[in-house]
């Protein structure tokens, strides 16, 4: 029987050997492979910290000690060995999350799958503990590119003040966050790897301080990094012990025995202490190991000899982007790009080929990133920041009171806006039309295709004097959506052949085809559409208003949050030119999202085709009835009322 099939909890790796410990550790690789295989998710990040998890359950009693992950996506192993055995669902409705997750297992804890978090979290915890007079410990893994995160900074810094306040940060160093980590002081950990001793370590940092003639600068370049994580961000035993954090380290953290040792002193220490671990992303699965971008991070389903995709699907919306980017770095040398430790997943890799020296990877730090664009807007340069939507909410603001207060040309792009599905609550971008809304010169674009990304992406850059967004959904971008016409600045999607149209519905973005099909309902009904695309949905264009008033109703249909945003836009705008239409709202509710697929997400919030058109046209119904009620009816009826 495979020893895999025989743990149902941590407690039962405590009677395994070591060479029991050892084999199990090839079964779970081979489970992953395996299983990741078939569903897709983070398969890479899993395969690396294999020995360390095993380790941190063999050394700490989950879940009376709490084990925290940053980010989460290296959390499939803790899955295995807490009882969740079951991956033929992953990240499917109904199956595993592919983060931790409250609602699957007392083990988890942290499940907003968002970097830099784990230390807040732990410091919190610890301090909960000790004002409790709890006997737990708690223990915070992070990843170097994690360690670029200013929020990890300001969490080191209160841990570091409590010197008898029990907490391990375990540092999962695989020198890679997505892509290889590089940056300024990058030497520095790889000196503490390759260095004899301490005092060699300490030689070699001294010559490099004395060779600089302003200590501020190395100071600078510690704690801002170019290029993830640890690497960039200490000298690093020297800087652990002057901020009065114990060290333990470097270890292998793939030699089970001496994971075991370390993190077994880190817990008796009783003292916040930092066990320094380097592994290998992707280790064991050599198509992993053979991917320089990003050692299968997070894959779909592939083949699990070959580790090649099985099927592949049209352009999809990032590498429109991408590709556009290019062409328009080769027209305008002033265009620069910056993302936030995620090149190649926004898409910007092929602009970092064609030019090196004009994009800035400035780490998990989209806060600094925000600031970094406003003063490069400033210093002449229009830069783009390309960025998950969700994660754009960190920067809010730094958009609001760095770049749109002193009316800087930056252009933000925000990829996998909207429903994303499969990666659950915190990766939906359901937020950002909502809280952009009240960013005062801010212009929002919402494209509807791969024609409209691009365009919109010129016209987005062409703005010098103030912040521009361009969003877009995640996967395939599907077939060109043509206008009949122009309104303003709006493309009109669907004329309604009538001069006395019924229903003004607004189609935001992605869902112009599903607004279409809505229209054809409407049509079957007897009931005369006109669909506009505004294009840019911030602000409200000035036609709207008065064609809004040629209309009955009024209905808005976005991906994204009905509370605050496009609809609600709309609505304002046509109360302040005093047009008095009934307005319906179609959204996402305000809710946090399970993971499923995009369609089965749409068709559990009631955003789809035939369940908007079946409740427009009740709306419409009930405006006819009122249209040709008889006059008096109401006072008739209160009369009989009394009699």
């Given at each position: 029987?495979?020893?895999?099939?025989?743990?149902?909890?941590?407690?039962?790796?405590?009677?395994?050997?070591?060479?029991?410990?050892?084999?199990?550790?090839?079964?779970?690789?081979?489970?992953?492979?395996?299983?990741v295989?078939?569903?897709?998710?983070?398969?890479?990040?899993?395969?690396?910290?294999?020995?360390?998890?095993?380790?941190?359950?063999?050394?700490?009693?989950?879940?009376?000690?709490?084990?925290?992950?940053?980010?989460?996506?290296?959390?499939?192993?803790?899955?295995?060995?807490?009882?969740?055995?079951?991956?033929?669902?992953?990240?499917?409705?109904?199956?595993?999350?592919?983060?931790?997750?409250?609602?699957?297992?007392e083990?988890?804890?942290?499940?907003?799958?968002?970097?830099?978090?784990?230390?807040?979290?732990?410091?919190?915890?610890?301090?909960?503990?000790?004002?409790?007079?709890?006997?737990?410990?708690?223990?915070?893994?992070?990843?170097?590119?994690?360690?670029?995160?200013?929020?990890?900074?300001?969490?080191?810094?209160?841990?570091?003040?409590?010197?008898?306040?029990?907490?391990?940060i375990?540092?999962?160093?695989?020198?890679?966050?997505?892509?290889?980590?590089i940056?300024?002081?990058?030497?520095?950990?790889?000196?503490?790897?390759?260095?004899?001793?301490?005092?060699?370590?300490?030689?070699?940092?001294?010559?490099?301080?004395?060779?600089?003639?302003?200590?501020?600068?190395?100071?600078?370049?510690?704690?801002?990094?170019?290029?993830?994580?640890?690497?960039?961000?200490?000298?690093?035993?020297?800087?652990?012990?002057?901020?009065?954090?114990?060290?333990?380290?470097?270890?292998?953290?793939?030699?089970?025995?001496?994971?075991?040792?370390?993190?077994?002193?880190?817990?008796?220490f009783?003292?916040?202490v930092?066990?320094?671990?380097?592994?290998?992303?992707?280790?064991?699965?050599?198509?992993?190991?053979?991917?320089?971008?990003?050692?299968f991070?997070?894959?779909?389903?592939?083949?699990?000899?070959?580790?090649?995709?099985?099927s592949?699907?049209?352009?999809?919306?990032?590498s429109?982007?991408?590709?556009?980017?290019?062409?328009?770095?080769?027209?305008?040398?002033?265009?620069?790009?910056?993302?936030?430790?995620?090149?190649?997943?926004?898409?910007?890799?092929?602009?970092?080929?064609?030019?090196?020296e004009?994009v800035?990877?400035v780490?998990?730090?989209?806060?600094?990133?925000?600031?970094?664009?406003?003063?490069?807007?400033?210093?002449?340069?229009?830069?783009?920041?390309?960025?998950?939507?969700?994660?754009?909410?960190?920067?809010?603001?730094?958009?609001?009171?760095?770049?749109?207060?002193?009316?800087?040309?930056?252009?933000?792009?925000?990829?996998?806006?909207?429903?994303?599905?499969?990666?659950?609550?915190?990766?939906?971008?359901?937020?950002?039309?909502?809280?952009?809304?009240?960013?005062?010169?801010?212009?929002?674009?919402?494209?509807?295709?791969?024609?409209?990304?691009?365009?919109?992406?010129?016209?987005?850059?062409?703005?010098?004097?103030?912040?521009?967004?361009?969003?877009?959904?995640?996967?395939?971008?599907?077939?060109?959506?043509?206008?009949?016409?122009?309104?303003?600045?709006?493309?009109?999607?669907?004329?309604?052949?009538?001069?006395?149209?019924?229903?003004?519905?607004?189609?935001?973005?992605?869902?112009?085809?599903?607004?279409?099909?809505?229209?054809?309902?409407?049509?079957?009904?007897?009931?005369?559409?006109?669909?506009?695309?505004?294009?840019?949905?911030?602000?409200?264009?000035?036609?709207?208003?008065?064609?809004?008033?040629?209309?009955?109703?009024?209905?808005?249909?976005?991906?994204?949050?009905?509370?605050?945003?496009?609809?609600?836009?709309?609505?304002?705008?046509?109360?302040?030119?005093?047009?008095?239409?009934?307005?319906?709202?179609?959204?996402?509710?305000?809710?946090?999202?399970?993971?499923?697929?995009?369609?089965?997400?749409?068709?559990?919030?009631?955003?789809?085709?035939?369940d908007?058109?079946?409740?427009?046209?009740?709306?419409?119904?009930?405006?006819?009835?009122?249209?040709?009620?008889?006059?008096?009816?109401?006072?008739?009826?209160?009369?009989a009322?009394?009699?």
């Amino acid at each position: 029987m495979p020893l895999l099939t025989r743990i149902t909890g941590p407690r039962d790796l405590d009677r395994l050997s070591l060479e029991e410990l050892d084999q199990l550790a090839e079964e779970i690789r081979t489970f992953l492979v395996e299983a990741v295989s078939k569903t897709g998710g983070h398969l890479g990040p899993n395969l690396g910290v294999v020995e360390l998890t095993l380790a941190l359950h063999r050394v700490f009693d989950s879940p009376k000690d709490k084990v925290l992950w940053d980010t989460g996506h290296q959390s499939y192993v803790h899955k295995l060995l807490t009882g969740r055995q079951d991956f033929s669902r992953l990240k499917m409705k109904g199956g595993l999350s592919g983060y931790p997750s409250q609602a699957e297992s007392e083990h988890d804890v942290i499940e907003n799958s968002h970097a830099s978090t784990v230390l807040g979290w732990a410091d919190g915890l610890a301090k909960a503990n000790e004002l409790l007079h709890r006997d737990r410990h708690v223990v915070a893994v992070i990843g170097d590119g994690a360690l670029t995160g200013g929020m990890a900074w300001e969490a080191l810094n209160n841990i570091a003040a409590a010197k008898d306040r029990p907490l391990v940060i375990v540092v999962n160093d695989n020198e890679r966050s997505y892509a290889p980590t590089i940056g300024g002081l990058a030497n520095h950990l790889a000196t503490l790897r390759t260095t004899d001793g301490y005092e060699r370590f300490l030689a070699r940092t001294k010559e490099v301080l004395e060779r600089t003639p302003v200590v501020g600068r190395p100071l600078y370049d510690t704690l801002h990094g170019a290029k993830k994580g640890l690497k960039d961000f200490i000298a690093p035993q020297g800087m652990f012990e002057d901020l009065g954090l114990k060290y333990v380290g470097p270890i292998d953290g793939h030699d089970i025995e001496a994971l075991e040792s370390a993190l077994t002193r880190a817990k008796r220490f009783g003292g916040p202490v930092i066990v320094h671990c380097l592994t290998e992303k992707g280790r064991g699965y050599q198509p992993a190991l053979q991917d320089e971008a990003d050692r299968f991070h997070a894959v779909g389903k592939i083949h699990p000899d070959t580790g090649l995709p099985i099927s592949t699907s049209g352009a999809d919306w990032t590498s429109v982007f991408g590709d556009e980017m290019v062409r328009l770095g080769e027209e305008r040398e002033d265009i620069v790009a910056i993302t936030a430790a995620m090149l190649q997943p926004v898409g910007l890799d092929k602009f970092a080929k064609a030019f090196p020296e004009r994009v800035y990877d400035v780490g998990i730090a989209e806060q600094h990133g925000a600031v970094s664009a406003a003063g490069l807007a400033h210093g002449g340069l229009h830069p783009v920041f390309a960025v998950y939507a969700t994660f754009l909410n960190r920067a809010f603001d730094q958009v609001l009171m760095d770049v749109a207060l002193h009316k800087c040309g930056v252009t933000f792009v925000l990829d996998r806006a909207g429903v994303t599905g499969t990666d659950g609550a915190s990766h939906n971008g359901m937020w950002d039309m909502s809280i952009l809304q009240v960013v005062p010169g801010l212009r929002l674009a919402a494209p509807r295709d791969a024609e409209q990304v691009r365009a919109q992406l010129r016209e987005a850059v062409a703005v010098d004097d103030a912040p521009t967004v361009v969003r877009f959904s995640k996967g395939a971008v599907g077939p060109a959506v043509p206008a009949v016409g122009r309104v303003g600045g709006m493309d009109v999607l669907r004329a309604p052949g009538t001069d006395t149209p019924d229903v003004l519905l607004v189609s935001v973005g992605a869902l112009a085809p599903m607004c279409l099909e809505i229209a054809d309902l409407l049509n079957k009904q007897g009931i005369s559409t006109t669909v506009v695309d505004p294009r840019w949905v911030k602000p409200v264009d000035e036609a709207m208003a008065p064609l809004a008033e040629r209309h009955r109703v009024v209905v808005t249909v976005e991906d994204n949050s009905r509370v605050g945003g496009v609809g609600s836009a709309v609505a304002q705008a046509l109360r302040d030119a005093g047009v008095d239409v009934p307005l319906r709202d179609f959204g996402i509710p305000p809710r946090f999202l399970d993971h499923a697929s995009r369609a089965e997400v749409l068709a559990e919030i009631g955003l789809t085709a035939p369940d908007i058109a079946r409740q427009v046209t009740g709306l419409v119904a009930k405006l006819d009835g009122a249209r040709y009620e008889r006059p008096g009816a109401e006072a008739d009826s209160v009369e009989a009322a009394r009699d």
